[in-house]
């Protein structure tokens, strides 16, 4: 007879095998599997229905399961798959009825589990990201298809009825996956409450131009140090947010190793994580994707700042005078590997007003001559603002940006930080 460590080490054993927890630590794995229950369903057994409260994530160990994803048609799922994730991360009900085929058991994580190892886990949460990358691709193959068949299709008209309705389901999937993504980027992303508890007196602006961003920032603390990264990754929507998943991952990461965190250093870090995780030093498959970033660390006690950049600045305001803190000018990504990242160092005023942006502000088209904001137009208005509190700075910039934009498209995600020393 099996004892509960047996079947701990059986259960983690087959998680171990199945493709979503390929490289999960093993003492992750055990610590999920004894906060989850083992249930079991009979045959035609209903797992849960459409529009029931979302209460696990699941994954099938012996037997199979069949999602009715509409009235007829269903998908059916084995060992090693998974379901039930949409409606935790949206944190809606459930949008299908799923029910057991034959004999089969679950392990069904608690929604507080399923989010921890979502945040503390980058295989878990890059294996969950390539099922979005996966739809995308089949959603290119499928209109490369249809291109080609046209003609035919044109004289079919059943057929053309059957490829229009599996379009709108494949829309469907996409629309599905991309709220996927932001759900997942929302959830690692440092709440406001966070930023308010410890840095007080700032103010954040943050306006993807699609549902996900590729802008993102990030804050960690270390000791009395304040760590504050503010990122652009290539691209924008469902692209930049993959990118910008890895950054958030990865500077969790290296903070946790380090004693003392040091901008450049982190910076170097980063640079080299992320060329092997986008196989950059493999010239056959090298892209350019990347990241700008600002990175900073605070010393309040002592009233002490560290900066390092890629391509991405810092501005400083004194006593009416604006000061830039200039960065490299290579991407995180795309600089050659153990490139030495700058660190700048300076003493801090009370009263000091420091901002952080990415380019999606500066490079918005708009205005009578439907030309860029520039960065100019920026500092001129930051100058005219500095000294009045950050609640009134962030409106002022919206409102200069919303009316700069007029009736025209959002060309970026747009992302600024300011914070009062």
């Known amino acids: 007879m ?6 701990i080490k059986t259960i983690r054993n087959k998680l171990s095998e199945a493709p979503l927890f390929i490289g999960t630590q093993g003492y992750q794995l055990e610590t999920v599997i004894r906060a989850s229950m083992l249930v079991e369903y009979t045959d035609g057994q209903i797992i849960f229905e459409k529009g029931d409260r979302a209460n696990g994530f ?5 037997g199979k399961v069949k999602i009715h994803a509409r009235q007829i048609k269903y998908i059916e799922l084995g060992p090693g798959k998974y379901f039930g994730e949409y409606a935790l991360i949206e944190k809606q009900p459930h949008s299908s009825t799923v029910t057991a085929i034959n004999h089969c058991k679950c392990l069904v994580m608690p929604p ?3 989010n921890n190892l979502l945040q503390q886990s980058l295989p878990f949460s890059n294996r969950l990201l390539q099922t979005l990358i996966h739809r995308l691709r089949s959603k290119d193959k499928l209109e490369i298809s249809l291109t080609e068949k046209n003609a035919e299709i044109s004289e079919q008209n059943e057929k053309i009825s059957e490829q229009n309705q599996k379009i709108r389901e494949q829309n469907e999937r996409i629309h599905e996956s991309i709220e996927y993504a ?3 980027q929302s959830t690692i992303l440092p709440s406001t409450k966070l930023l308010e508890m410890k840095l007080e007196n700032y103010f954040l602006i943050f306006h993807p131009r699609e549902k996900v961003s590729g ?3 990030w804050f960690a603390q270390k000791e009395n140090k304040y760590c504050v990264a503010i990122s652009d990754c290539t691209g924008h929507g469902v692209p930049g947010s993959m990118i910008s998943i890895l950054g958030i991952s990865f500077l969790n990461e290296i903070i946790n190793q380090l004693d003392q965190p040091d901008p450049g250093e982190i910076l170097t870090l980063l640079n080299n994580k992320m060329q092997n995780a986008l196989n950059q030093n493999h010239e056959r498959y090298h892209s350019h994707d990347g990241m700008d970033i600002a990175f900073i660390v605070i010393d309040f006690d002592n009233m002490e700042l560290s900066f390092a950049g890629a ?8 006593n009416n005078e604006l000061s830039v803190f ?3 000018k290579v991407n995180v990504g795309t600089a050659p590997n153990n490139y030495q990242f700058t660190t700048q160092d300076t003493l801090l005023d009370r009263d000091d007003m420091l901002y952080f942006f990415t380019d999606g502000l500066v490079d918005q088209l708009g205005g009578e001559e439907y030309k860029r904001y520039g960065t100019c137009q920026l500092k001129d208005l930051l100058m005219q603002i500095a000294d009045q509190d950050p609640q009134v700075q962030e409106q002022a910039i919206l409102d200069s940006f919303w009316e700069w934009k007029g009736e025209g498209k959002q060309t970026d995600d747009v992302t600024l930080l300011g914070i009062r020393v």
């Open 2 to 7: 099996e004892t509960g460590d047996d079947k």
């Open 58 to 62: 699941f994954i099938i160990l012996e």
């Open 112 to 114: 507080d589990i399923f």
């Open 182 to 184: 932001g759900m997942i």
């Open 215 to 217: 802008d993102f920032y």
């Open 311 to 318: 391509q991405s600045p810092m501005y400083l305001v004194r």
């Open 326 to 328: 200039d960065p490299n």
